[in-house]
Nanobody, 127 residues
Framework: VQLQASGGGLVQAGDSLRLSCAAS????????MGWFRRAPGKEREFVAA????????YYADSVKGRFTISRDNAKNTLYLQMNSLKPEDTAVYYC?????????????????????WGQGTQVTVSS
């Protein structure tokens, strides 16, 4: 299993970025996927998740209405569109594959339920 995140960068508050996560080594279309982030000095936190079966989505309250998670199964790629970025969104963003043995909403916010992780991409939002 390989997950390669990209698209991070340095932007100003209010700007947008789109992160991508290229997946390989498994059947991407049959797996629930998620994005997490870790800000400096903080624990890794859940950002968003998307199901494989119905493309259902779920967001952390802190990003709801600003971020959109999506997937392109033909390209084996996961996306995170981030709009209206804030300085508090500054973090390393990670894509992850959820445990295939659990339902989409089971432990959806728990990083422990995501056994496979990408390397992360840095997002820095200046004020």
């Amino acid at each position: 299993v390989q997950l390669q995140a990209s698209g991070g960068g340095l932007v100003q508050a209010g700007d947008s970025l789109r992160l991508s996560c290229a997946a390989s080594g498994f059947t991407f279309s049959n797996n629930n996927m998620g994005w997490f982030r870790r800000a400096p000095g903080k624990e890794r936190e859940f950002v968003a998740a998307i199901s494989w079966r119905t493309n259902s989505t779920y967001y952390a309250d802190s990003v709801k209405g600003r971020f959109t998670i999506s997937r392109d199964n033909a390209k084996n790629t996961l996306y995170l569109q981030m709009n209206s970025l804030k300085p508090e969104d500054t973090a390393v963003y990670y894509c992850a594959r959820k445990d295939s043995g659990r339902g989409f909403y089971i432990n959806i916010r728990s990083s422990a339920d995501y056994p496979y992780w990408g390397q992360g991409t840095q997002v820095t939002v200046s004020s």
